[in-house]
């Protein structure tokens, strides 16, 4: 489903990375610039290298960025020139505990040294780590150490950044540095730029896996391309999913290039977001807003917006606790991503969720006096054992109108939840009745067996999720009315997207199987 970062040798993110590793003109240690002494060198990035240093009155620990102008030409100075400018400038205006901190800009003296001599180096707080060498560290599928702090860290600082009127434009794991006392700093505002109205003119240079699909159908113009807040809330969205999942992309791909093209076939509407199915719903839902497919449709998700909620999924245990959760219907637990088998039955009353990755269960129980809207009620025919299998694969997705009774209803109108229904004629198998050569077009491993098997009730089911998850937003963006959308969805099940949308509706000829179906829904939703 998501695959982790890997390097493309063809690539031209990748390749400009291959170029880092070429041999640079270092500072050797002990070097001083003004009032600080270089050590080691941290890493090297497109325009210089980052050295350890210390304030040499107070040994206080700071890191000095070394951007040499030497081999460069004109243009490429002023360019150097203009980032350096920009950066000074917003570090001092923008003062923010979740912002690094840039002290001093000094010149670097040394004519034993020419590639050096004129460098200009910027001098900052010096972390400990960046978020990508976290990521790097982590294994996948597991939320990172300290992953709520740090997406609120973030999420703080890109909203303090958009309230002062400047994008950041390069948001990425390796521009979060962690501080030694678990500060976390958004850094390397190169890119940030004040806006001018509504977004900023930056150079095409950002990094394609964060980037947002509109950059690639903008046009870029001798300023550059066009940047708003919008493509930091999407970056946000991507940074956020590797967080959570331990490095996993939100969208497939061995490499950024394809990673970016399953992005924009995602914004046009041709393949459904899917994310890990690990996450918890708040998170899930966070993070879909910010991967919205458009600037226009993220414009409500502002960065402010998205840290009051992040503290709010986040907050303090004790507030967690007593926030109730709404959830499935009451009596059983609801499993969570990597935990299909099983029902455990639990007496009425009230729980809460557990928002924290452990792999294991997250445990939502209702009071069973009152059926949650959207889940299977308690005394419905709906088989025990499938009830958590559809509520998980209902919750996969991320659109508010597919929810676990109108996956029950759906499966009852095609196989009255007969896991081996069979119709050789129309070639339909399975509890889904999935036509085999369309299954394996969008199959899922739902019960994470590692084969994807359209007789497997699991697999079935968050197949049908999936693919229904991708109708209903086909029918949004064709515009069809949301008061419609379980009867289109129905339909559009049982022939295809095209001829609903073609047809403006139900064709005629499901209208009998649609009404069963909307039947179903009403009896479950009573
Ligand atoms: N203040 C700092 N403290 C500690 N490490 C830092 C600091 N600033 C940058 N680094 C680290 O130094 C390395 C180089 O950083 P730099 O900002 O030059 O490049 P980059 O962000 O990796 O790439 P680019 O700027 O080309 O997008 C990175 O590993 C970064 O995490």
């Not at 928002?355 to 997250?362: C, E, K, L, R, T």
Request: charged share 25%; glycine share 10%; with cysteine.
């Amino acid at each position: 489903m998501t695959t982790a970062d890997a390097q493309d040798p063809q690539d031209p993110q990748d390749s400009q990375d291959d170029d880092l590793e070429a041999p640079r003109p270092r500072l050797p240690e002990g070097f001083r610039i003004e009032g600080w002494e270089t050590g080691a060198v941290i890493g090297s990035g497109g325009w210089g290298t980052v050295y350890e240093a210390r304030t040499v009155a107070d040994g206080t620990p700071v890191a000095v960025k070394v951007l040499p102008t030497g081999a460069l030409g004109p243009g490429q100075r002023a360019a150097l020139g203009e980032l350096v400018a920009r950066e000074v400038r917003f570090s001092a205006e923008a003062d923010h505990p979740h912002l690094v901190r840039t002290h001093a800009v000094c010149t670097v003296e040394a004519p034993e040294l020419p590639a050096l001599d004129g460098a200009i180096a910027l001098v900052m707080d010096r972390a400990e780590a960046s978020l990508k060498d976290v990521l790097d560290a982590a294994g996948s599928g597991r939320p990172i150490d300290g992953a709520e702090r740090v997406l609120r860290g973030v999420a703080a600082g890109l909203a303090h950044m958009h309230d002062a009127g400047w994008v950041h434009g390069d948001l990425k794991p390796a521009n979060v540095l962690l501080g030694p006392g678990g500060q976390v700093w958004l850094a390397d505002f190169g890119l940030a730029t004040e806006l001018d109205g509504t977004h900023a003119h930056l150079p095409p240079l950002g990094t394609l896996d964060h980037l947002p699909p509109e950059w690639w159908s903008q046009r870029t113009g001798t300023q550059g391309a066009v940047v708003r807040p919008t493509a930091d809330i999407w970056a946000f969205g991507v940074l956020a999913h590797q967080v959570l999942t331990g490095g996993l992309h939100p969208f497939a791909g061995a490499t950024a290039r394809a990673r970016s093209l399953s992005a924009q076939s995602y914004a046009r509407g041709t393949a459904p977001l899917r994310l890990d199915a690990g996450l918890t719903g708040d998170m899930r839902r966070l993070i879909a807003d910010c991967l919205a497919p458009d600037h226009t449709t993220r414009l409500p998700h502002t960065a402010r917006d998205i840290a009051a909620r992040i503290e709010d999924i986040t907050g303090s245990p004790r507030r967690r606790r007593r926030r109730l959760v709404p959830a499935v219907a009451a009596g059983f637990v609801v499993l969570t991503a990597g935990a299909v088998a099983g029902v455990a039955l639990l007496g009425g009353g009230v729980g809460t969720r557990d928002d924290d990755h452990d792999g294991g269960v997250s445990a939502t129980v209702t009071d069973a006096r009152r059926p949650v809207p959207g889940e299977i009620p308690a005394d419905s025919d709906v088989p025990e054992a499938l009830r958590p299998v559809i509520a998980r694969a209902a919750h996969r997705c991320t659109d508010e109108e597919i929810t676990p009774v109108l996956l029950a209803a759906l499966i009852k109108a095609e196989s009255g939840f007969d896991t081996n229904a069979s119709r050789p004629e129309s070639e339909e198998y399975g509890v889904a009745m999935w036509t085999p050569s369309v299954f394996r077009a969008w199959a899922v491993d739902g019960d994470g067996d590692g084969d994807k098997d359209h007789m497997s009730p699991p697999d079935a089911i968050a197949t049908m999720s999936l693919y229904v998850c991708w109708l209903d937003q086909r029918f949004k963006q064709a515009g069809l009315p949301k008061k419609d959308l379980p009867a289109l969805v129905a339909a559009g099940y049982r022939t295809s997207d095209r001829t609903v949308i073609e047809e403006g509706g139900v064709p005629a000829r499901v209208r009998p199987h649609v009404d069963r179906v909307l039947r179903y829904l009403a009896a479950y939703e009573r």
